[in-house]
């Protein structure tokens, strides 16, 4: 199988900063975080007006570096674009990321033949384009990023955006629950590669097992339907679409010169194609999530344990209304609840409402291990709570977690719901220690397999929509 082009030019042996300054500004933001990564090839600060920048010699152009140069960063002004491109002709670049902006997107004809124009000299150089109009890559296991402070380890979660702030959102959103990226790519106005090329090559890429993608418009429907359709029979696909309604089109117009269709035909080819649709980051992040923890799942039935009263009851709605079949308790497991001497066998049901216990005698634990063991659950979802009174009752996470017998529900799907904060005390220090003890909860979880979601909602909703994505990749 050929290489994929971006595969050489995302492993590049030296970068080149046209544009970097020394005092703050987004020049010096791109020189940063490869410094502070500890980017393992060369870097080279291009500015005329200094010598020096972060301790690093610098070059009045491309072309005057003694060394070679194989990637460009360029934050100069689109009017400097043009020169320096020649430029980096002359030096044998191979890529250039154009975070420089002001092109097609602004709407005015001359902006948008200086982008033409641009593309065209690249191509004669044969070099290679990213944006414009972008963050460019972030690459934690090239110690490539375009902002400090992001992850800097490795994951297996590919994501596309074409927005620069969404992609700095959903990686902050993503990191917090617990996943990594193997690459993540702002592309903006899309002027060479574009989100199909993109797609393309994170199908094929080792490193990569799901998917993300945040898009205004698509350069070539047919090109990207295909592509999206051949990329989902091995990997899922989660796409946030930009540029909705009416509002948001004009939107998508001015920030990537995108043009944004119907959403009822991008509904459909999303859905035809195989792949998953979010209505916003926060979806695209649960369901990655759940791809990322989960094994494939293909049944909708579910077991629901830990919840208390009410919530048991929304607990029902909601898995029904996301799409989850909340299936009665079967009597086997009522039988085993007996023969257990478990004094509310003939009263409990699904969702299991922890609050009717009699006694301590039968917890969360093992209402999950029971239904683990049960052919007729698909998947079960348990709430994780940690009520205190006065901070009576302080656990470690390792105790806490005991109790939900992680180790004995014979691999079955499990999504945590998590409580937020504590209840119960006006005490800070209880309050902080509640904070600390779930922050670890949630790690001890996801260090289990176990990925956590805030409401009972956004985890049925994220698991249904794992699961649609398994029927019908088997459908095909």
Same mark, same amino acid.
């Given at each position: 199988?050929?290489?994929?082009?971006?595969?050489?030019?995302?492993?590049?042996?030296?970068?080149?900063?046209? =544009?970097?300054?020394?005092?703050?500004?987004?020049?010096?933001?791109?020189?940063?975080?490869?410094?502070?990564?500890?980017?393992?090839?060369?870097?080279?600060?291009?500015?005329?007006?200094?010598?020096?920048? $972060?301790?690093?010699?610098?070059?009045?152009? %491309?072309?005057?570096?003694?060394?070679? %140069?194989?990637?460009?960063?360029?934050?100069?002004?689109?009017?400097?674009?043009?020169?320096?491109?020649?430029?980096?002709?002359?030096?044998?670049?191979?890529?250039?990321?154009?975070?420089?902006?002001?092109?097609?997107?602004?709407? /005015?004809?001359?902006?948008?033949? @200086?982008?033409? !124009?641009?593309?065209?000299?690249?191509?004669?150089?044969?070099?290679?384009?990213?944006?414009?109009?972008?963050?460019?890559?972030?690459?934690?296991?090239?110690?490539?990023?375009?902002?400090?402070?992001?992850?800097?380890?490795?994951?297996?979660?590919?994501?596309?955006?074409?927005?620069?702030?969404?992609?700095?959102?959903?990686?902050?959103?993503?990191?917090?629950?617990?996943?990594?990226?193997?690459?993540?790519?702002?592309?903006?106005?899309?002027?060479?590669?574009?989100?199909?090329?993109?797609?393309?090559?994170?199908?094929?890429?080792?490193?990569?097992?799901?998917?993300?993608?945040?898009?205004?418009?698509?350069?070539?429907?047919?090109?990207?339907?295909? +592509?999206?359709?051949?990329? *989902?029979?091995?990997?899922?696909?989660?796409?946030?679409?930009?540029? /909705? &309604?009416?509002?948001?089109?004009?939107? *998508?117009?001015?920030?990537?010169?995108?043009?944004?269709?119907? $959403?009822? %035909?991008?509904?459909?080819?999303?859905?035809?194609?195989?792949?998953?649709?979010?209505?916003?980051?926060?979806?695209?992040?649960?369901?990655? +999530?759940?791809?990322?923890? @989960?094994?494939?799942?293909? =049944?909708?039935?579910?077991?629901?344990?830990?919840?208390?009263?009410?919530?048991?009851?929304?607990?029902?709605?909601?898995?029904?209304?996301?799409?989850?079949?909340?299936?009665? @308790?079967?009597? !086997?497991?009522?039988? !085993?609840?007996?023969?257990?001497?478990?004094?509310?066998?003939?009263?409990? &049901?699904?969702?299991?409402?922890?609050?009717?216990?009699?006694?301590?005698?039968?917890? *969360?634990?093992?209402?999950?291990?029971?239904?683990?063991?049960?052919?007729?659950?698909? @998947?079960?979802?348990?709430?994780?709570?940690?009520?205190?009174?006065?901070?009576?009752?302080? %656990?470690?996470?390792?105790?806490?977690?005991?109790?939900?017998?992680?180790?004995?529900?014979?691999?079955?799907?499990?999504?945590?719901?998590?409580?937020?904060?504590?209840?119960?005390?006006?005490?800070?220090?209880?309050?902080?220690?509640?904070?600390?003890? $779930?922050?670890?909860?949630?790690? &001890?979880?996801?260090?289990?397999?176990?990925?956590?979601?805030?409401?009972? !909602? /956004?985890?049925?909703?994220?698991?249904?929509?794992?699961?649609?994505?398994?029927?019908?990749?088997?459908?095909?």
């Amino acid at each position: 199988m050929a290489t994929h082009p971006l595969e050489e030019i995302l492993h590049p042996r030296s970068i080149a900063v046209v =544009g970097a300054s020394g005092g703050g500004g987004r020049g010096s933001g791109f020189l940063a975080p490869l410094v502070e990564l500890g980017y393992r090839g060369q870097i080279y600060p291009v500015n005329p007006k200094y010598t020096e920048i $972060m301790g690093i010699k610098a070059y009045a152009s %491309v072309k005057d570096i003694p060394g070679v %140069v194989d990637y460009v960063i360029s934050s100069v002004p689109a009017s400097q674009v043009l020169g320096m491109i020649s430029d980096s002709a002359a030096k044998g670049v191979k890529a250039i990321h154009l975070y420089t902006a002001r092109f097609s997107e602004t709407g /005015r004809k001359e902006a948008a033949d @200086l982008e033409k !124009e641009i593309l065209n000299q690249a191509r004669r150089a044969g070099i290679r384009l990213i944006g414009p109009n972008c963050m460019g890559v972030y690459y934690p296991g090239q110690r490539i990023s375009f902002s400090s402070g992001m992850p800097t380890e490795s994951g297996s979660v590919g994501l596309a955006s074409q927005s620069g702030s969404a992609i700095h959102e959903i990686v902050d959103m993503a990191a917090q629950r617990g996943l990594r990226f193997s690459k993540a790519i702002s592309y903006g106005n899309a002027l060479d590669f574009n989100e199909s090329d993109y797609l393309e090559y994170f199908a094929q890429d080792s490193e990569t097992n799901v998917i993300m993608m945040y898009i205004e418009g698509v350069r070539d429907g047919r090109r990207f339907y295909d +592509t999206l359709r051949r990329t *989902t029979a091995t990997k899922p696909v989660i796409i946030v679409k930009g540029g /909705r &309604g009416q509002s948001g089109i004009r939107a *998508t117009a001015s920030h990537t010169a995108s043009l944004a269709g119907s $959403m009822q %035909v991008w509904e459909t080819m999303v859905s035809q194609a195989g792949a998953v649709s979010a209505q916003h980051p926060s979806e695209l992040v649960d369901v990655a +999530t759940a791809f990322h923890f @989960l094994p494939s799942i293909s =049944g909708r039935r579910v077991g629901v344990a830990g919840g208390a009263g009410g919530s048991s009851v929304l607990a029902a709605d909601l898995c029904e209304e996301a799409g989850l079949d909340v299936i009665p @308790l079967p009597m !086997e497991i009522r039988e !085993e609840m007996k023969a257990q001497g478990s004094p509310i066998w003939d009263w409990i &049901g699904n969702p299991a409402d922890m609050s009717i216990r009699i006694d301590r005698s039968w917890d *969360t634990g093992e209402m999950l291990k029971i239904m683990a063991g049960n052919p007729n659950f698909d @998947l079960l979802i348990t709430f994780v709570h940690a009520h205190f009174h006065g901070g009576q009752g302080k %656990v470690s996470a390792e105790t806490f977690l005991e109790q939900y017998r992680l180790n004995e529900l014979n691999n079955k799907p499990l999504l945590a719901v998590m409580e937020e904060r504590g209840q119960g005390s006006n005490n800070d220090d209880d309050h902080t220690w509640f904070r600390e003890l $779930m922050e670890e909860v949630k790690a &001890g979880l996801m260090a289990a397999g176990v990925p956590g979601y805030p409401s009972i !909602e /956004r985890a049925a909703g994220a698991a249904s929509k794992l699961i649609g994505y398994y029927q019908r990749r088997e459908s095909r």
